[in-house]
C-alpha cells in the first residue's frame, strides 16, 4: 500500500506560481508512474501530467509548456511546479501512482485557485 498527500494548493493571481507536492508513505522507487490529475467544478477528473521511473514526461496540451512534473525517488516525493497559471487551471489537484498500468493509489486532493 502507499499512501498520497498532496500539500501546496492555494490561491494564486492569474499568471502567478505554484508549487504542489506529493508525499509518499513508502518507497516510489518501483512506482511504474506517478501523475496529476486535476478535476474542476462540474468537469470529469483529467490527466495533467506523468512521470515514469526512468523520468520520461507527458502533459496534457493545456499545460504543456506551463507545467514541469518531477519525482524524486530518494524522497518518496512527487512534485508540479505550475507557472503562467490561468483562471481555466483552478480545480482539486490530486496526486495518483501506477505500479505498473492502473493507477491504484491516489492522494486526497489539495485545491488550486486562479483568480483573474
Known amino acids: 500500500q502507499v499512501q498520497l498527500m498532496e500539500s501546496g494548493g492555494g490561491l494564486v493571481q492569474a499568471g502567478g506560481s505554484l508549487r504542489l507536492s506529493c508525499a509518499a508513505s513508502s518507497s516510489i522507487y518501483n512506482i511504474n508512474t506517478m501523475a496529476w490529475y486535476r478535476q474542476a467544478p462540474g468537469k470529469q477528473r483529467e490527466l495533467v501530467a506523468t512521470?515514469?521511473?526512468?523520468?520520461?514526461?507527458d502533459y496534457a496540451d493545456s499545460v504543456k509548456g506551463r507545467f514541469t512534473i518531477s519525482r524524486d525517488n530518494a524522497k518518496n516525493m512527487v512534485y508540479l511546479l505550475m507557472n503562467s497559471l490561468k483562471v481555466e487551471d483552478t480545480a482539486v489537484y490530486y496526486c495518483?501512482?501506477?505500479?505498473?498500468?492502473?493507477?491504484?493509489?491516489w492522494g486526497q486532493g489539495t485545491q488550486v485557485t486562479v483568480s483573474s
Open positions: 495518483a501512482a501506477a505500479r505498473v498500468v492502473t493507477y491504484s493509489y
Open positions: 512521470v515514469t521511473r526512468g523520468g520520461s514526461t
